[in-house]
């Protein structure tokens, strides 16, 4: 079963940048296609970006331009580079797999973005 640990999230004024980190195991990582989605409160979870075993990426409208997805196979880890940051993009910010599974989903990391 997979398993993944988001990091990187935190508190940041508007314009500012973050990157996110996701490390998986459990899967054949190389082979997957890897997603980055994102819940605000009171909202329903959102995909923000996925990247393909061959490296093709695809971005909700919201972020693209200021967002990019990238993955490095050797450690089995997949990066979500955020700038220009804006408040509506402070959310719970989690990795899976693509499709997600049942369980694929980590504890996510917050994203807050406040003056």
């Known amino acids: 079963q997979v398993q993944v640990v988001e990091s990187g999230g935190g508190l940041v004024q508007p314009g500012g940048s973050l990157r996110l980190s996701c490390a998986a195991a459990?899967?054949?990582?190389?082979?997957?296609?890897m997603a980055w989605y994102r819940q605000a409160p009171g909202k329903e979870r959102e995909l923000v970006a996925t990247?393909?075993?061959?490296?093709?990426?695809n971005y909700a409208d919201s972020v693209k331009g200021r967002f990019t997805i990238s993955r490095d196979n050797s450690k089995n880890t997949v990066y979500l580079q955020m700038n220009s940051l804006k408040p509506e993009d402070t959310a719970l910010y989690y990795c899976?797999?693509?499709?997600?599974?049942?369980?694929?989903y980590g504890q996510g990391t917050q994203v807050t973005v406040s003056s």
């Open positions: 459990g899967i054949r990582f190389d082979r997957n296609t």
């Open positions: 899976t797999i693509y499709p997600p599974s049942t369980g694929s």
């Open positions: 990247i393909t075993s061959s490296t093709r990426t």
